[in-house]
């Protein structure tokens, strides 16, 4: 199963997204579960570099998979490293919108008793 850790601040934002493991729906390689989860992972983190200026370099790290399925991705706002309020606040929009693709990646696929991917939140 694959595992989406949403951290949040004090305040509810979101400061940290942590994601691993392995969906189980199908092979590593045909597996669109885990595809899709790929895709919020990359996208997040392209988006936090080009649209709020964050460098990825010190905020994200994706484990690329090794032949046996499993996803492992970190990716973080850390302190002071949002060019500005409004690189901020975008950069808040764009982790809230990743946060609902993964609940709704989980309520499609998680039907009929199969559990593929979790989201848990921390506060």
């Given at each position: 199963?694959?595992?989406?850790?949403?951290?949040?601040?004090?305040?509810?934002?979101?400061?940290?997204?942590?994601?691993?493991?392995?969906?189980g729906?199908?092979?590593?390689?045909s597996?669109i579960?885990?595809?899709g989860?790929?895709?919020?992972?990359?996208?997040l983190?392209?988006?936090?570099?080009r649209?709020?200026?964050?460098?990825?370099?010190?905020s994200?790290r994706?484990?690329?998979?090794?032949?046996?399925?499993?996803v492992?991705?970190?990716?973080?706002i850390?302190?002071?490293?949002?060019?500005d309020?409004?690189?901020a606040?975008?950069?808040?929009?764009?982790?809230?919108?990743?946060?609902?693709?993964?609940?709704?990646l989980?309520?499609?696929?998680?039907q009929?008793?199969?559990?593929?991917?979790?989201?848990?939140?921390?506060?």
């Open positions: 199963m694959i595992t989406v850790k949403v951290v949040r601040d004090k305040s509810r934002k979101v400061t940290g997204i942590f994601v691993s493991g392995h969906s729906y199908a092979e590593a390689g597996d579960i885990c595809a989860a790929s895709t919020l992972v990359y996208t983190a392209n988006s936090l570099e649209i709020c200026g964050i460098d990825t370099e010190y994200t994706i484990a690329e998979d090794m032949g046996d399925g499993n492992s991705a970190e990716i973080i850390p302190d002071g490293r949002c060019r309020e409004g690189a606040d975008r950069a808040q929009v764009i982790m809230e919108t990743i946060v609902l693709g993964f609940i709704s989980a309520a499609s696929a998680n009929n008793g199969n559990r593929y991917i979790e989201v848990i939140e921390e506060f």
